[in-house]
């Protein structure tokens, strides 16, 4: 009886250890999963770039402490980011600050280079708000997720956006 106690007590600890020593997934193999992930979101049309860093042209880049984003779905454009640079044309109301618009009506240009992707975005109403001044978005997404989105308008200097992309969070 002993003996059983003591082998239970061995088959326990034994099925123990051999689960702490699973194997984790390697570098490559988290890598892989991560681009797959990223794939997934751009072939779906369904992502959102989050801004974590601003390059204006003509001013210091520095780190945005606000979430800023673009959601892009199959059928919606959402845009909410800040503006730092020289604007051409003073907006007509002074409180519509920043690069705004939501939209419906707009094209989409995909084109992917070894697990890298450039995303043209181009509304194309020219009397809803926020087009006035917003030419075309261009989003260069890479397979870890990071981004750069380049926005490029009528009325003011292009602007630079870094971050990442992630899932459209279900409301």
Not at 12 to 24: T, Y
Not at 54 to 72: C, E, F, G, I, K
């Amino acid at each position: 009886m002993k003996n059983l106690k003591l082998y239970c007590i061995a088959l326990i600890c034994a099925f123990g250890l051999n689960a702490s020593f699973a194997q984790k997934p390697t570098k490559a193999e988290k890598k892989a999963l991560k681009a797959a992930e990223v794939k997934q979101l751009i072939t779906s049309g369904s992502y959102v770039f989050v801004a974590d860093y601003v390059l204006p042209n003509s001013m210091p880049s520095h780190a945005l402490t606000t979430q800023y984003d673009v959601t892009v779905t199959p059928d919606k454009l959402a845009v909410w980011l800040p503006y730092f640079g020289r604007a051409y044309a003073a907006p007509r109301d002074a409180t519509d600050g920043g690069v705004k618009l939501t939209t419906t009506d707009f094209t989409k240009k995909v084109i992917s280079k070894k697990n890298n992707w450039e995303i043209t975005l181009t509304p194309k109403q020219s009397n809803a708000p926020g087009m006035k001044d917003v030419r075309n978005l261009t989003l260069s997404v890479n397979a870890d997720g990071y981004a750069s989105l380049r926005v490029t308008s009528m009325n003011r200097e292009p602007i630079l956006f870094n971050g990442h992309i992630e899932e459209v969070k279900k409301s």
